[in-house]
């Protein structure tokens, strides 16, 4: 593992005193078991599995382990350890980017120790809180509602959250309280109390909806005043349920499973830790065979509660997408979400070209001039101006810096071209290549209006792989950011711009010979003026 990379993300985390205090060393998560495997440090127990190698590691880290107790300062660590305190730095950054570190020296809880070692394990994967003692107190402290009419399944439900610390509030006093989280449990058509369920969302409560429809069960999205739809929408969405009929002896009976479906989830949202699928999604579990699966569930434009209340439209594919996609309010972002962009693989993804074997006509840029003298000039500073990274003399070391915003730094817009009767420019079929200010033929001009024809082509691929659904929303903002530099740097060279409000994509992805599995075309303009 590249120490000098995954080093700043403990960095970041040092920087942001409001986020993240280390008074001391941070220690070692509670009882992760460690194997050698060959010349590789095996961990397991976190949120996944990590695997760290390399020769610092692998000769630091069993004698490092045992002193990160958060009873030693950086100064001390390095000098207990015999090391200079930027190799402990270093390694320190592999360790937290791996999820193995807490903040601080807060003291273990003297009971349930269970538990305490689930939450410091899973903290990581949020880092809400600075350590799985952190979590502790926020669980300790919060308190749930649960309605559901159904006394017994009630009873069973608040037995399993007192089982895992949890606060419950009596149903009689939800009306005069509120709580961090309401459960809501609509079991077969029997609907939770609808005054009290109206009082704790007019109120500002989060609620999580649960439904057991005969051999399936949907639990969430929880509700909140500012985010996910609306208990009733989310009835709505989930149409779905209820499908398997309650036939004895074929299917998993979930009633029996719920309470402890609903607890995990519960401990999840309170503590601020793991992977909480109901933030933004629904968990449906059913039953006929067991099966678990995630669905997106949108508001209803319509609904008065949460949507405009002033359409009958559900909003179509279009909208259900930017719903599903949407960032949610920055109380509920996660903090650990912005150091993936320091993860080895991700930092990778961002130098990541596309290879390209043909003739090569070079389009360097002169930045010591105010105004390019030339077609082929003039062609370059605009092709830079959005698809190019800036040559290394105005890049700090180590970094990719690009003259156009780009998501993730992933540089999604390529540009593909064609040149007609350009000045000092073969005709042809080209794939710009920003890293090296050229571009590589890919074959011969067809006919067509003298100029250039600029086609933006979306590295879709690319960027899944760091943000998976998300990404089909960023390349479409990366293309426009991308066209808009295109057309500033083109009108201030006085070349006319057009831009295609529409294109055949199969036809271009042949022209150009593009990988329909990765790649999209996201935009195309034409420029004129060059001569």
């Given amino acids: 593992m590249n120490t000098s990379l995954t080093a700043a993300a403990l960095d970041v985390a040092t920087q942001n005193d409001a986020q993240f205090t280390i008074p001391t060393m941070p220690r070692v998560v509670a009882a992760v078991p460690t194997t050698w495997l060959q010349d590789r440090y095996v961990i397991e127990g976190v949120v996944s599995r990590r695997v760290l190698q390399g020769r610092t590691v692998q000769r630091l880290l069993p004698d490092l382990l045992p002193l990160l107790d958060g009873t030693r300062t950086w100064g001390e660590l390095a000098a207990d350890a015999g090391v200079a305190e930027p190799t402990i730095r270093q390694v320190l950054g592999i360790l937290y980017s791996a999820g193995l570190l807490e903040e601080g020296d807060a003291p273990r809880p003297t009971g349930d120790q269970a538990l305490h070692d689930f939450l410091s394990r899973t903290f990581d994967a949020t880092r809400h809180h600075q350590s799985g003692s952190a979590a502790r107190a926020a669980l300790d402290a919060a308190t749930v509602g649960v309605v559901v009419d159904d006394q017994d399944f009630a009873s069973e439900v608040v037995a399993a959250l007192r089982s895992s610390h949890v606060q419950v509030i009596p149903v009689d006093e939800l009306q005069d309280t509120s709580p961090s989280l309401a459960i809501t449990v609509d079991l077969d058509g029997v609907r939770p109390d609808a005054q ?122 279009a909208f259900a997408f930017e719903e599903s996609v949407a960032f949610p309010p920055a109380r509920l972002t996660k903090p650990r979400t912005h150091q993936q962009h320091f993860e080895p693989a991700n930092i990778a993804l961002s130098l990541e070209q596309r290879p390209a074997e043909g003739e090569w006509f070079p389009l360097p840029v002169d930045l010591e001039v105010d105004r390019p003298n030339g077609a082929a000039a003039s062609l370059a500073h605009v092709l830079a101006s959005g698809f190019a990274l800036k040559p290394p003399h105005l890049a700090e070391a180590g970094k990719v810096r690009r003259w156009a915003p780009t998501g993730g730094n992933l540089g999604s817009p390529q540009a593909y071209f064609t040149t007609r009767d350009v000045p000092d420019v073969p005709d042809g079929r080209w794939m710009y290549r920003g890293d090296a200010y050229a571009a590589c033929r890919l074959g011969d001009a067809d006919d067509g209006d003298p100029g250039v024809e600029l086609v933006v082509v979306s590295e879709m691929y690319r960027v899944w792989k760091k943000y998976n659904t998300f990404s089909y929303r960023i390349v479409a903002l990366d293309a426009g950011v991308a066209m808009a530099h295109v057309a500033v740097a083109a009108t201030g060279l006085g070349l006319p711009t057009t831009n295609h409000l529409g294109w055949v994509a199969a036809e271009l992805q042949s022209r150009y010979d593009l990988d329909d599995s990765e790649q999209m075309v996201t935009g195309k303009l034409t420029i004129g003026g060059l001569r």
Wanted: hydrophobic share 35%; proline share 9%.
């Fill in 196 to 317: 009290i369920c109206a009082s704790l969302r007019a109120r500002g409560v989060p609620v999580l909806p649960v439904t057991l429809r005969g051999a399936d069960v949907g639990i969430g999205p929880v509700s909140y005043p500012d985010h996910n739809p609306c208990p009733d929408c989310t009835e709505a969405g989930l149409q779905g349920l209820g499908a398997h009929r309650d036939v004895p002896g074929e299917h998993v009976p979930l009633r029996g499973l719920l309470p402890a479906c609903i607890v995990q989830e519960a401990v999840l949202l309170l503590a601020g830790v793991g992977t909480a699928r109901t933030v933004s999604e629904a968990i449906v579990i059913g039953g006929d065979p067991l099966s678990t699966r995630f669905e997106f569930v949108v508001r209803r434009p319509g609904c008065r509660t949460c949507g405009t209340g002033e359409s009958d439209s559900d909003g179509g594919i």
